[in-house]
């Protein structure tokens, strides 16, 4: 694994401009919802900005700053959503990247020492349990408990139902066995993981801990060739995530095997829907790890030129990364399929507003995260619509959550459990029930 460190980035943390950009999102259509920042809109000051993050990585290297409450609760109130990124390469392009320096700045935190509690307890787990609540590794198969389905540790299969951190909530066991239905009932040849599933090491990258990160990814890739499978369908959008954007930082690569959401299968064998006596009006929130964090992330360098005699600039050996080849329509189909009629937010697709779950920072400052979910929810109830649909589970537990905490009106249902609830074939016996 070749580490990307501050130092290593300190030109283009020093190239950054403080132009604010980083802040907003390129198309503002309210004043309402021009924020793409989770981290300004809840710190109210230029430091939790992207930009003013790289500030605070800039002082650091040059020591000119150290380590400070105030310091950390900056970097760690951010749900590391790439939304300053997209924001930032629209104007400048790779110039500065601001989420290369973010991710390196909390790598140089956590080595030192200085990550949060509750997530250096979360990374505790991981490197001890193989996973971030410490539960027992043989957990991961409770969902399927009593069903007969093909494991990993004793068969092969052409493919490989990755199912990730939902198979430690049982909310989520419904929908786990809808998508096994679903697939047994098209003649697939699948297998899943059950207790031999390791964990993707995508959340201990976004914490801080690389090394670690590379661990669980060398397993998890090893894993997977093991299985035999050319197709890995994935349930959850940070697994998607860390499997398209942060194994190829980590320098990882699974081989051969065409990695799929769960939300493109379906979109592509979605049975027909029960009658509905009206389609139901639904918002849908795209999830920053499906979507902008969800494009393939490929190498790519770049040479610096200069142009009109004096002007530096790059001449890029590769298209730029700028979200927009993550997943957006596949979701939308399902639910379309399923019976719902879709309006949009303000804030969508590749500039999506995150709801503050991901990235460690619900655990790191739960008030920023329900600052951002409360941000989240007033737009989606902004548009009429009775529901909240997301594809993430972790996006739509917290906004769940934050909804009745705050009596937002407005449901807010996963994107599986929406199609599942919706279709008239019946689906595998619930593990509670058996």
């Not at 964990?199 to 976004?206: E, H």
Request: hydrophobic fraction near 40%.
């Amino acid at each position: 694994m070749t580490a990307t460190t501050l130092e290593s980035l300190h030109d283009k943390i020093a190239s950054c401009t403080r132009c604010t950009f980083c802040k907003w999102v390129p198309e503002i259509r309210s004043e309402a919802f021009a924020e793409i920042c989770p981290s300004v809109h809840y710190g109210k000051f230029f430091s939790y900005t992207g930009g003013g993050k790289l500030i605070a990585a800039y002082a650091l290297l040059h020591q000119r700053t150290e380590y400070t409450e105030a310091f950390i609760d900056n970097v760690y109130s951010c749900s590391m959503c790439g939304g300053c990124d997209t924001s930032c390469k629209t104007l400048f392009a790779e110039f500065v990247e601001p989420l290369d320096s973010l991710y390196a700045l909390r790598r140089k935190v956590t080595a030192d020492g200085h990550a949060p509690a509750p997530l250096r307890a979360m990374l505790d787990h991981l490197r001890h349990a193989g996973n971030a609540l410490g539960l027992p590794e043989s957990r991961r198969a409770d969902w399927f408990a009593g069903l007969e389905l093909k494991q990993t540790a004793k068969a092969r299969a052409r493919c490989l139902f990755h199912v990730g951190t939902a198979a430690f909530d049982a909310d989520e066991w419904p929908s786990l066995l809808f998508v096994c239905a679903e697939l047994a009932r098209r003649g697939v040849d699948f297998a899943v993981g059950g207790a031999d599933e390791p964990d993707t090491g995508g959340f201990a990258y976004d914490v801080g801990d690389q090394e670690l990160a590379a661990d669980l990814a060398r397993r998890t890739a090893a894993w997977v060739k093991e299985s035999g499978a050319d197709t890995l369908i994935v349930y959850g959008d940070d697994s998607f995530s860390a499997f398209r954007n942060i194994y190829p930082r980590l320098g990882i690569a699974l081989d051969g095997v065409e990695i799929v959401h769960v939300s493109q299968w379906l979109a592509q064998n979605l049975a027909a829907a029960a009658a509905q006596p009206a389609p139901e009006l639904v918002t849908y929130h795209d999830s920053c790890r499906l979507g902008r964090l969800g494009e393939e992330r490929r190498p790519r360098q770049a040479e610096t030129v200069v142009v009109y005699n004096s002007l530096p600039a790059l001449r890029p050996t590769a298209e730029l990364h700028l979200g927009v080849q993550g997943v957006y329509d596949a979701p939308r189909h399902v639910l379309e399929a399923a019976g719902a009629q879709i309006v949009e937010m303000e804030r969508v697709r590749e500039f999506t507003f995150c709801c503050g779950a991901g990235g460690g920072a619900k655990e790191a400052n739960p008030a920023f995260a329900q600052a951002a979910a409360v941000h989240r929810l007033r737009e989606a109830h902004r548009t009429g619509a009775e529901t909240l649909v997301t594809s993430c589970t972790a996006c739509a537990r917290h906004m769940k959550e934050v909804a009745v905490t705050e009596q937002i009106p407005i449901a807010v249902v996963g994107l599986v459990e929406f199609a599942r609830s919706r279709q008239a074939a019946p689906s595998l016996t619930p593990a509670a029930e058996i």
